[in-house]
């Protein structure tokens, strides 16, 4: 069979079929419990949740904080438009982005879980006075966002929800908008009765494949985060593998496609409240596919990579010395969870020192930062080099105090 740059043709085919399955089934299942309690919330409480943290700025930071600690990337993610559409501000973002811990907490959380606690508490203090530093000199809603309004030409604030915030009389399915001119957008469902049940049908399909990638996920993490064979058939391996693939294609066509038909088209925008149970599912559904999505390429723009030219993040941390928090720290910089569960996983091994885990930690801005990226490129790229400001300060402070400590909190 040919071979890539030395690599066979059939690896790079399984790394693009393994990356398919277990961008579904160890991150986006476990997104989309998030997404959804989030969004439930949201439901009923009419959308007083949000109003309650946009009209109290000084907890905003604290709030998205606590939001970015959650396990995975949901929590984070659900802030994120809330900033585009003027919300939260900017020092609220990078508080969340930095106390993210992404999906690299479920392993670090089954495998070293006192190592997690100590590493995330770091995190979480540094990004609640990191946050408040950024709105308490004026970087963030000041001069940050002028300058990306004239640097990117987007609105950071535009996309306020009209009706007072509140969902359109009847559970309507056309989502209104404003841009930063104040004229309204819409993304309203094509009219197509077959294409509407078919996407309604993947939709309903797609919250099986999600339920199941839930329960493959968290039993994925409690035997310790094995290698899973790609496999089909009724035993564990092929359950996660039909539940990851099947996932991830009705995620693709959910947000390519099926969003036209059922509504939530315009993705990526926070919403205050919504009319149903219906609704609330549909939005968990349409936000998680989009970030499945970003998910599925990042896996991709990294396994390759690293297959084509055999780095080794892992070595070159261990080797590092000093240096080593500065390569978590840097690691962090990359969009997505896929190196930062690499890192997770060579720590559970004792490959890396505690306070690369810590660095990274603080760094890493998991999936949450895929949305930014998609809808205001310069402002995700701003608030990504802001979280790895505290994450090198405390990764180095880390190893200075206490020295690498080398499997520290491994079970």
């Not at 943290?53 to 990337?73: D, K, S």
């Not at 999906?103 to 590493?119: G, N, Q, R, T």
């Not at 009724?234 to 509504?263: E, H, K």
Request: glycine share 12%; aromatic share 10%; charged share 10%.
């Amino acid at each position: 069979m040919a071979d890539v740059l030395g690599v066979p043709l059939s690896q790079l085919t399984e790394i693009f079929v393994a990356s398919v399955r277990d961008g579904f089934v160890q991150v986006s299942a476990f997104v989309a419990v998030t997404v959804l309690l989030f969004s439930y919330v949201q439901y009923r409480t009419d959308g007083k949740l949000i109003r309650w943290l946009e009209e109290r700025e000084r907890a905003q930071p604290l709030v998205g904080a606590l939001m970015g600690l959650t396990p995975g990337c949901g929590g984070a993610i659900v802030m994120m438009p809330l900033y585009l559409r003027g919300t939260v501000s900017f020092g609220t973002v990078v508080a969340t982005l930095a106390a993210t811990a992404g999906d690299s907490a479920f392993v670090i959380l089954a495998l070293a879980p006192e190592a997690a606690l100590y590493a995330y508490l770091l995190a979480f203090a540094s990004a609640v006075l990191f946050g408040y530093a950024i709105d308490g000199f004026g970087l963030g809603v000041g001069r940050v966002d002028r300058a990306v309004r004239r640097i990117g030409g987007v609105a950071t604030d535009g996309g306020v929800v009209q009706n007072g915030g509140l969902a359109a009389p009847g559970g309507s399915h056309v989502h209104h908008y404003e841009d930063e001119t104040g004229h309204e957008l819409e993304a309203p469902t094509r009219d197509s009765p077959v294409m509407r049940r078919l996407s309604e049908g993947a939709l309903a399909l797609w919250w099986v494949a999600a339920a199941v990638g839930l329960v493959a996920g968290v039993l994925y993490l409690l035997r310790g985060a094995p290698e899973v064979a790609i496999e089909l058939g009724v035993s564990y391996a092929g359950v996660f593998t039909v539940a990851g693939i099947t996932g991830t294609a009705l995620s693709f066509y959910l947000y390519l496609v099926g969003r036209r038909y059922v509504g939530h088209g315009h993705v990526g925008h926070g919403r205050d409240t919504f009319a149903s149970l219906r609704e609330t599912f549909t939005h968990a559904a349409m936000e998680t596919s989009f970030v499945t999505v970003w998910v599925i390429v990042a896996y991709l723009l990294y396994e390759y990579p690293v297959a084509l030219f055999s780095i080794d993040i892992a070595a070159i941390a261990a080797a590092a010395g000093i240096l080593a928090p500065i390569a978590g720290a840097v690691v962090g910089l990359i969009p997505g969870c896929g190196p930062q569960i690499v890192l997770a996983t060579a720590y559970a091994e004792g490959a890396i020192p505690f306070s690369t885990l810590t660095a990274n930690a603080i760094s890493q801005d998991g999936d949450a930062l895929f949305p930014l990226i998609a809808i205001d490129k310069t402002a995700a790229v701003v608030a990504s080099i802001y979280t790895t400001v505290p994450a090198l300060v405390v990764g180095v402070a880390v190893h200075l105090t206490v020295g690498p400590l080398f499997g520290f909190g491994v079970l």
